[in-house]
Structures are given as C-alpha cells and as structure tokens.
C-alpha cells in the first residue's frame, strides 16, 4: 500500500515551459486535491476531484489544469510556467471530502520556474 | 469564507517541557473540523490531531492536546514532554461540515516550532 505517490520529487523549469505533476493512489479514494505551500502562506487550494470526471477550482487555479479520468490518478498540468509559479506542490485524497475522513498528502514536488 | 490565523511565525521550547502554539479561525459555520498538521524538515504532512466543532471534549492524541474553545473561535495545541522529533512547522486547519466550503482544507501560515536538546 504505497499510498499517494507523486512524481517528481523535484523539477526546474524554464519560463513558457509546460509540465504536468503526477499525483497516484492506492486506496480507493473518490476525493484528490492538489494545495500549492509558499513561504509564509500555508497550503491553499488549487483544483480538487470529488470523483473520476468530475473536477473543480480551488482557492488559486489560474494556470492550472486538471482532469480525472481515474479513481487513482490526479495528474495537474502547467501549460506555460511563471516565476510565479514557483512553489511546493502537494497532492492529497480521502474517501470523501467530510472533515471525519483524513486527508492523505502526498511527499510533494518542489517546482522551480526559472 | 474562513480564515485561520496563527499568530505565532516561531517559537522554541526545551526539550521535555510544554509548549502551546495558538490558533484563531474566523468562520460563520457552526458544525467543522479543525486539525492540526504537522510538517517536519521531510515535507511530510503527517495529521496530529483532529476536533469535531460539536465536541465539547477536548481532543487528545498521547502527548498532544487541544484546547477549543467554540465561542471564542480558539484551537490551541499543547504538547506536553516536547522531544526533538517534535522540530517542525505546525499548520491548524479548518474545514466546514457542509456546503461549498466543505472541499477546502483552509490553513493558517504555519508556526515554525524548534525543540532544544
């Protein structure tokens, strides 16, 4: 049981560049979020999926795509990278989105945008 | 929307004392979660402990205790015996029961916590 695996663990990008962040898990959970960490803000949302095909926006999604075409996959995409971007990326799922039912991050993935 | 402040950006205890980090939500909900996470230098967000708002029990996890006080929309955490495993940041969280809101976790800014030997 690996639980939420993301890959990679750390990426440079060059300004423009697209990438897409894979997020994986193995437990069944209907419900994946992805929070980007920056210094001195906490994590904050940027899309979630409350199942597979159904996706929606965040705190902060300007930038980012997702989609969900499977139970275990949450892949987030940056179609052209900014500086702005440039921050620590974490997955998470549970089995639903009730506060009874805990959330399972992900190690994260440290973006740089150069 | 809900906002969690922790007002505390460092703090520093001795190892095998006590220390309490703060947190304050503001929120119009009246049934929610809040949970303190804890992220040691591995990035690892590893759940500490979590308060059903419709608790009035103070929620307890061995050496780590809540003080909630619903009223005064307080959620402090106490670690008692601190060990060196304890250096890390800790973030509180909030999440309403229901509604639109009920699929974001809202987090404070984090209070970096530093255990001396």
């Known amino acids: 049981n690996a639980g939420v695996t993301q890959t990679p663990k750390f990426q440079v990008l060059k300004t423009g560049q697209s990438m897409t962040l894979q997020c994986a898990q193995d437990m069944n959970h209907e419900y994946m979020s992805w929070y980007r960490q920056d210094p001195g803000m906490g994590l904050r949302l940027i899309h979630y999926s409350v199942g597979a095909g159904i996706t929606d926006q965040g705190e902060v999604p300007n930038g980012y795509n997702v989609s969900r075409s499977t139970t275990e996959d949450f892949p987030l995409r940056l179609l052209s990278a900014a500086p702005s971007q440039t921050s620590v990326y974490f997955c998470a799922s549970s089995y639903s989105n009730m506060g009874n039912q805990p959330q399972h991050f992900g190690d994260g993935t440290r973006l740089s945008i150069l | 929307a809900q906002t969690v402040t922790q007002s505390q950006p460092e703090m520093s205890v001795q190892e095998a004392e006590t220390v309490t980090l703060s947190c304050t939500y503001d929120t119009s909900e009246s049934n929610y979660y809040l949970f303190w996470y804890k992220q040691p230098p591995s990035r690892q967000m590893i759940l500490v402990i979590r308060q059903e708002a419709y608790k009035q029990q103070n929620a307890t996890e061995n050496r780590f205790s809540v003080n909630f006080q619903k009223a005064a929309k307080s959620f402090s955490l106490k670690i008692s015996d601190s060990q060196l495993g304890d250096t890390a940041m800790y973030f509180c969280?909030?999440?309403?029961?229901?509604?639109?809101?009920?699929?974001?976790?809202?987090f404070g800014k984090g209070t970096k916590l530093s255990v001396i030997p």
């Open positions: 969280a909030f999440i309403p029961y229901s509604g639109a809101g009920s699929y974001q976790l809202t």
